[in-house]
């Protein structure tokens, strides 16, 4: 038999729903931000990521599906969208014209690793990405709409938050760093080493418990920051707080991407295993120009679509079947006949009073169904039901007749 490649997965009908939703869900936030769908190829010159995701970084140092093709071009497939869609961004001159362009994107990354649960060699992203804003409002901005979609999606999570400093602040914060490091030269491991010398700062988030231990009295980014780099973290913060988001701040987060200054983030989960991060971002303001364009600001994050799939799946499986209901005694006898010939085919949990909304759905969650159905006048009269799904928490009224083609979903 063909098999699909080691940590590579099919998304089969019974997931894709999900993953629908999940790309819905995130595009239409991302709409209301003003972003617009952007499409690169999956297949790139390697020297981009090379030059962009830089060659410090385990994506480009370990994890590349690079080949030359028949034409003999070293080419990639793309391990993460930042790198294309800044490519696009040059190559349609938009650098060039000025102005603010506000992408999204979702679609199929490449990264070579060791495949466990929640990490693929193939898996999707969503992501946006925002060119032409100097303002830290724009890097709260693409914070808020990740937790605006997380929300929609009902998933908890933990927003970490750093700063990697500026043109100004970063190369005296590198000569404090080289420096302490070269008095552990012969503890840290390999990969640091390397590190060390393609790009200090990658050496902080290192997972070998020796060298974290060792970069526990390490010298700390934000203390070092220029003015500039400093109130615009602190204004981060503050609109952070105002808007009742709530993070924490990690000097260590320095993401697995070269391209970052300023503004780094990550949003992680304890809902799922080691694999815990389900988004992260940042600025990258040197990127344009580094990558041939006229200098221009950007900000952006990528979020990964299975991990959330593992996630609400597992909420799903909390919650289960159809809590089926009436607001008035009137329809008791009607909700009882739909009840009775819904449980061919679903778990009905019917009531046989009939009560206020508020009290119904009180007893449907501690129930654990995952969609509610109730039946009042107005819906009786136009011939719906109306729908609650529990765990997304999205509702409308829907006709009886499709009430069983919903449920299917
Ligand atoms: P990243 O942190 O490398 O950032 O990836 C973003 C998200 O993709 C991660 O938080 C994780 O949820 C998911 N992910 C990464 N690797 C895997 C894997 N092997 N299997 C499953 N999921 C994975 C970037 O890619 C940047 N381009 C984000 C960005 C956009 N920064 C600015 N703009």
């Known amino acids: ?169 970063m190369p005296k914060f590198r000569e404090s760093l080289l420096n302490f490091l070269s008095l552990h030269e012969n503890e840290i491991c390999e990969d640091c080493k390397r590190r060390k010398e393609l790009n200090p700062i990658r050496v902080l988030d290192c997972k070998e418990k020796k060298c974290q231990e060792i970069y526990q009295n390490a010298p700390v980014m934000i203390e070092s920051l220029s003015d500039e780099a400093a109130a615009e973290f602190k204004k981060l913060q503050e609109i952070l707080t105002a808007n009742s988001i709530n993070y924490e701040i990690d000097t260590k987060l320095v993401r697995g991407l070269d391209y970052y200054c300023k503004t780094a983030f990550e949003f992680v989960s304890d809902e799922i295993g080691s694999q815990s991060a389900i988004a992260g971002g940042g600025r990258y303001d040197r990127l344009v120009e580094y990558l041939g364009g006229k200098a221009s600001y950007g900000v952006g994050f990528a979020m990964g679509i299975e991990r959330i799939m593992e996630i609400l799946k597992e909420h799903k499986s909390e919650r289960n079947g159809a809590y089926l209901c009436a607001l008035d005694s009137q329809n008791l006898d009607f909700i009882f006949g739909l009840g009775i010939k819904l449980r061919k085919n679903f778990k009905i949990e019917i009531s046989y009073e009939a009560k206020k909304i508020a009290k119904h759905m009180q007893v449907a969650d501690n129930k654990n169904c995952e969609i509610f159905l109730c039946v009042g006048e107005n819906e009786h009269k136009n011939g719906e039901v109306f729908y609650k799904n529990l765990i997304d928490k999205t509702e409308k009224n829907i006709k009886i007749n499709e009430l069983e083609k919903e449920l299917k979903i």
């Open 1 to 169: 038999m063909i098999t699909t490649l080691r940590g590579m997965k099919d998304i089969m009908p019974n997931d894709s729903a999900l993953y629908e939703y999940i790309v819905k869900t995130c595009e239409d936030v991302a709409r209301n931000y003003g972003f617009s769908l952007i499409k690169t190829p999956h297949l790139e010159q390697t020297t981009l990521f090379k030059r962009s995701v830089g060659e410090s970084s385990d994506i480009v140092g370990k994890e590349m599906y690079q080949f030359i093709d028949k034409g003999d071009n070293d080419v990639c497939l793309r391990p993460e969208g930042t790198a294309g869609v800044v490519r696009a961004f040059i190559e349609s001159k938009q650098d060039r014209a000025g102005g603010i362009y506000r992408y999204f994107y979702h679609g199929s990354m490449f990264r070579y690793e060791r495949p466990q649960k929640g990490r693929l060699r193939e898996f999707h992203q969503f992501g946006v990405e925002s060119f032409g804003v100097a303002s830290v409002l724009e890097d709260a901005s693409v914070i808020l709409m990740l937790a605006e979609i997380f929300n929609r999606l009902n998933i908890r999570y933990k927003l970490k938050i750093n700063s990697l400093s500026d043109s100004q602040s």
